[in-house]
């Protein structure tokens, strides 16, 4: 690792699996101090001690203001300072079409997907005003600006995010803190099974299937991973990207720009057979 993040402190929330894990790791390989904020106690206290002394687990629903108040005490109590929020965790309780919704899982994804963005943000900025610079990361999705790629709440919710980050990105531009977006596309991850209603051991054990179905959809013909989207995660808490704020970094394999040869192809032949009929 080139150690890019080398002194800085960073909070991932999710961190306990998918996305969240996978960037942490490179966060730690970096050189970055990591707060693993996430809801399982287990599985983040086994991470933290996996990865020793740069990391340290806190528990945190973020759903739960006084959690997430309580994260941002953390960092400072462990490590003096705070460079970089990941706003990360997200799911989706919701159902796909808007007849099956409910109150009660509307209200918990709009905090879970929104409230949780704004609220990490709002009790980040004093301590990364007082240092005089830090930077924010809310993961979106490109279910916020195309439909199709996820249930209703969910994609409206990253739409929300994807606006937060470019509102934000200019009211804290006079703190020096900046604020930027990754939209991931299809990444292999558990959230996928769990959307479509699967078990716990079944979301795990279909895993790499679904994965590999819906990366199909991709140009590049795969799922990203984790790991691809902590890649992009690193540039934007680093130096290297000083002079951006205010942008969604799409990582998505190609499924957002359009069509390829191959699919236009296919769909010349079915329209010239139709033709032929």
Same mark, same amino acid.
């Given at each position: 690792m080139s150690g890019r993040l080398q002194g800085k402190v960073v909070i991932v929330t999710g961190a306990t699996s998918g996305i969240g894990e996978g960037t942490a790791r490179l966060f730690v390989g970096?050189?970055?101090?990591?707060?693993?904020?996430?809801?399982?106690?287990?599985?983040?206290?086994?991470?933290?001690?996996?990865?020793?002394?740069?990391?340290?687990?806190?528990?945190?629903?973020?759903?739960?203001?006084?959690?997430?108040?309580?994260?941002?005490?953390?960092?400072?109590?462990?490590?003096?300072?705070?460079?970089?929020?990941?706003?990360?965790?997200?799911?989706?309780?919701?159902?796909?079409?808007?007849?099956?919704?409910?109150e009660d899982a509307v209200l918990y994804d709009l905090k879970l997907l929104i409230a949780s963005v704004l609220l990490g943000v709002k009790h980040a900025v004093p301590l990364m005003r007082r240092q005089g610079s830090g930077c924010v990361i809310n993961n979106a999705s490109i279910a916020g600006f195309a439909s199709g790629y996820g249930p209703v709440v969910y994609s409206g919710a990253k739409a929300a995010v994807l606006q937060i980050t470019r509102s934000l990105a200019m009211e804290l531009a006079k703190d020096n803190i900046r604020v930027n977006a990754i939209s991931p596309g299809v990444i292999q991850t558990p959230?996928?099974?769990?959307?479509?209603?699967?078990?716990?051991?079944?979301?795990?054990?279909?895993?790499?299937?679904?994965?590999?179905?819906?990366?199909?959809?991709?140009?590049?013909?795969?799922?990203?991973?984790? %790991?691809?989207? =902590?890649?992009?995660? &690193?540039? #934007?808490?680093? @130096? +290297?990207?000083?002079?951006?704020?205010?942008?969604?970094? %799409?990582?998505? =394999?190609?499924?957002? &720009?359009? #069509?390829?040869? @191959? +699919?236009?192809g296919h769909r010349i032949n079915k329209l010239a057979a139709v033709g032929k009929a």
């Open positions: 970096e050189g970055a101090r990591v707060v693993l904020a996430g809801r399982s106690e287990e599985k983040g206290q086994a991470l933290a001690a996996e990865l020793g002394e740069a990391a340290t687990f806190c528990r945190t629903d973020v759903t739960n203001e006084a959690d997430i108040v309580g994260m941002i005490g953390h960092a400072q109590t462990h490590f003096g300072r705070l460079d970089c929020l990941f706003n990360n965790a997200g799911a989706s309780t919701s159902s796909f079409g808007v007849e099956g919704l409910t959230i996928f099974g769990r959307v479509m209603g699967f078990e716990e051991e079944r979301t795990q054990r279909t895993l790499d299937e679904v994965g590999s179905w819906l990366g199909s959809f991709a140009p590049l013909q795969r799922a990203g991973t984790p %790991v691809e989207i =902590g890649k992009a995660a &690193v540039f #934007l808490a680093s @130096d +290297d990207s000083s002079y951006i704020t205010g942008e969604n970094l %799409v990582v998505d =394999g190609g499924m957002t &720009v359009g #069509l390829t040869w @191959d +699919d236009v």
